[in-house]
């Protein structure tokens, strides 16, 4: 039996683990693919925190790989085709928590939840367009601005640092949040027109004083930060939530009536969108920062990621 070397969960509330087990065999509709890389995303902590269906569990959503194998009446792909996968593993799945994921040297993934990865892009590269690429891009992209407005992205990591070159590339006037003033320079090179220190000003006060976001993408999972920046936002603006946090957000309804303002959130995206995403990507340069770790770090890239101190997503080199 063929096997591979796969990092997994071996039961609810246990650390990660490095195993060898067998290659997993696509069933119908399904793929295998080798995969090349997979980004470390602050989702992977469901399935690390105890939260998967069952254990043990590969975690793992941000995967490229190549398909190597087609399961029985498979027909989209080719052998060979290079493809990746986000958090929509098909068939009402969630990768790297309801089916295994990509931390991993071989995964098994259905058809239709796969896009293509075009040779512009390494597989390295691509891994976080997956979920942190595709759930700014498309948070920005169905949001209220529009070219020349103010967009605030708060909190810089996996998910912000793309943002901040979407909202730059789409023409916003791009303002980044950030505790402290260590990531100033990296956010600027990226396209941050403004940096507001949230330890040294209040964001809210920083926005209205450049007239009010037309929308603000709170990526940090803190719900009393998140809450904060309703002030930050000006007339008939948004601030738009994607960082998930369990907590009280701390919202009076004349936050609301003042703009009026909406608060909503924003769930990452079908196949459909990660293609959206890529394509984006690729026609105007935008690509991921990333430190890159062997498979058999990978608890090392999660509690780095977990500290905030990763510039800025970590992607598990598994076979690029
Ligand atoms: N909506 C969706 O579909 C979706 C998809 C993917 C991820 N997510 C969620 O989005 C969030 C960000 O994910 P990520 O992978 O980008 O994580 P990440 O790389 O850890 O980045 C989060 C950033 O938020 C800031 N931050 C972290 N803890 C904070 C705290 N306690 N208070 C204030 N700021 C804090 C930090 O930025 P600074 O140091 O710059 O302040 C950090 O770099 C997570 O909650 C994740 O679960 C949601
Ligand atoms: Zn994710």
Request: charged letters at 20%; one cysteine or more; hydrophobic letters at 40%.
């Amino acid at each position: 039996m063929k096997m591979m070397k796969a990092i997994q969960i071996p039961s609810k509330g246990e650390k990660m683990q490095l195993v060898e087990i067998p290659v997993p065999q696509p069933g119908e509709g399904q793929v295998r693919l080798r995969v090349e890389a997979c980004g470390v995303c602050n989702g992977d902590s469901m399935a690390i925190g105890g939260a998967a269906s069952e254990y043990p569990r590969i975690p793992g959503h941000e995967v490229i790989g190549i398909v190597e194998e087609l399961g029985a009446g498979s027909t989209k792909w080719k052998i060979g085709e290079r493809v990746g996968i986000g958090w929509h593993g098909g068939h009402n799945h969630v990768t790297g928590l309801t089916i295994d994921g990509g931390y991993a040297e071989y995964m098994v993934a259905y058809e239709d939840s796969l896009s293509s990865i075009p040779d512009e892009l390494s597989a390295l590269e691509a891994a976080p367009l997956m979920c942190a690429g595709e759930t700014t891009f498309s948070a920005l992209k169905n949001s209220k601005a529009r070219p020349g407005d103010l967009v605030a992205i708060q909190g810089i990591g996996g998910l912000g640092h793309l943002a901040i070159q979407f909202a730059n590339k789409a023409g916003y006037r791009t303002a980044a949040i950030s505790r402290g003033s260590d990531k100033e320079t990296l956010v600027r090179q990226l396209g941050a027109h403004l940096y507001i220190d949230s330890e040294k000003e209040d964001p809210a006060e920083a926005l209205q004083a450049l007239g009010g976001a037309k929308v603000i993408l709170a990526t940090a999972p803190n719900a009393k930060a998140i809450s904060s920046l309703i002030n930050g936002l000006g007339q008939d603006s948004e601030l738009i939530i994607v960082a998930g946090s369990g907590d009280q957000l701390e919202l009076s309804a004349m936050d609301f009536l003042k703009g009026p303002n909406t608060v909503r959130g924003s769930f990452t995206g079908q196949a459909k969108e990660i293609q959206a995403t890529i394509n984006f990507s690729v026609l105007t340069d935008v690509r991921p920062m990333i430190e890159t770790f062997p498979l058999e770090r990978a608890s090392e890239a999660y509690d780095k990621m977990m500290s905030a101190s990763t510039r800025f997503r970590a992607v598990l080199n598994i076979s690029e």
